[in-house]
C-alpha cells in the first residue's frame, strides 16, 4: 500500500514571498502520477500541480512549481510571490499508472496561511 | 458544464438514521469516487466505479453502500449512521486516461461536499 506524509501541519508566509511545502511517500511502484490540490475555505478541492514520475523534468505552472526528487521519494510545492487567496490547506496525493483507476491516496494536508 | 454536483450541502442525522448523499457529473466521466474528509485529515477513498454497473470498495468502505445505474449519478447510501461517520463527504470524477500515449494523468474533479454531522 502508498502511503503520502505530509509533515508540517501549518505553515505561514508573507505575502509576496516564497514558501516551500513538504511531501514523502512511500511505494514500490515506479509508475505513477503526484498531485497538489489546494482546498480553500470554501472547501471545494482545486488541482494546483501534477507531475508524472517518469518524467525528470519538474513541473510548473505559474507561480506554482515542485521539486520531485524520485530516488528520495519526495514532492515538494514551491509558491513563489504568494497571494492573500493562496492561503488554504494544501494536499499532496498519488495514484499509481497501469489499472488503478485514478484512485487517490492523500496526504494529511498543510495549512497554508498568507499573511499582508 | 456545471461539473460535480453534490446534495445536500449539510446535514444533521440522529443516530441510526439513514440518508442518501447525492452526486452528480455532466463531464460524461466514465470514473467516479467518494471520499470522507475527517476534521484536520486528508481525504480517504470510500468507494469508486469505473462505469454505470460497476462499484468497487476502497480503503473505508464499512458503513456506506453505494449504486451507479447510470454514468451521470453515483449516489453514497449511509444506513445506520453512526457518530464516527461525522465527516465532509466529497464526490469526483475523471475520465479514462488519455488513450493518446502521452503519459498525462486524468484530472479528478471534485464536487462542493456535504458535510455531515451525526449526533
Known amino acids: 500500500a502508498q502511503t503520502v506524509t505530509q509533515s508540517q501541519p501549518e505553515m505561514s508566509v508573507q505575502e509576496a514571498e516564497t514558501v516551500t511545502l513538504s511531501c514523502t511517500y512511500d511505494?514500490?511502484?515506479?509508475?505513477?502520477?503526484l498531485f497538489w490540490y489546494k482546498q480553500p475555505p470554501s472547501r471545494q478541492m482545486i488541482l494546483v500541480i501534477r507531475?508524472?514520475?517518469?518524467?525528470?523534468q519538474n513541473a510548473t505552472e505559474n507561480r506554482f512549481s515542485v521539486n520531485f526528487q524520485k530516488a528520495a521519494k519526495s514532492f515538494s510545492l514551491k509558491i513563489s510571490d504568494s497571494q492573500l487567496g493562496d492561503t488554504a490547506m494544501y494536499f499532496c496525493?498519488?495514484?499509481?499508472?497501469?489499472?488503478?483507476?485514478?484512485?487517490?491516496?492523500f496526504g494529511q494536508g498543510t495549512i497554508l496561511t498568507v499573511h499582508p | 458544464n456545471a461539473g460535480v454536483t453534490q446534495t445536500p450541502k449539510f446535514r444533521i442525522l440522529k443516530i441510526g438514521q439513514s440518508m442518501t448523499l447525492q452526486c452528480t457529473q455532466d463531464m460524461n466521466h466514465n470514473y467516479m469516487y467518494w471520499y470522507r474528509q475527517d476534521p484536520g485529515m486528508g481525504l480517504k477513498l470510500i468507494y469508486y466505479?469505473?462505469?454505470?454497473?460497476?462499484?468497487d470498495k476502497g480503503e473505508v468502505p464499512n458503513g456506506y453502500n453505494v449504486s451507479r445505474s447510470t454514468t451521470e449519478d453515483f449516489p453514497l447510501r449511509l444506513e445506520l449512521a453512526a457518530p464516527s461517520q461525522t465527516s465532509v463527504y466529497f464526490c469526483?470524477?475523471?475520465?479514462?486516461?488519455?488513450?493518446?500515449?502521452?503519459?498525462?494523468?486524468?484530472?479528478?474533479?471534485f464536487g462542493p461536499g456535504t458535510r455531515l454531522l451525526v449526533l
Open positions: 496525493a498519488f495514484r499509481t499508472g497501469g489499472t488503478s483507476y485514478g484512485k487517490l491516496t
Open positions: 507531475q508524472e514520475a517518469y518524467k525528470q
Open positions: 469526483a470524477s475523471s475520465s479514462l486516461p488519455s488513450l493518446s500515449g502521452d503519459g498525462r494523468p486524468e484530472t479528478q474533479y
Open positions: 466505479s469505473v462505469g454505470a454497473g460497476i462499484t
Open positions: 511505494t514500490s511502484e515506479n509508475n505513477y502520477y
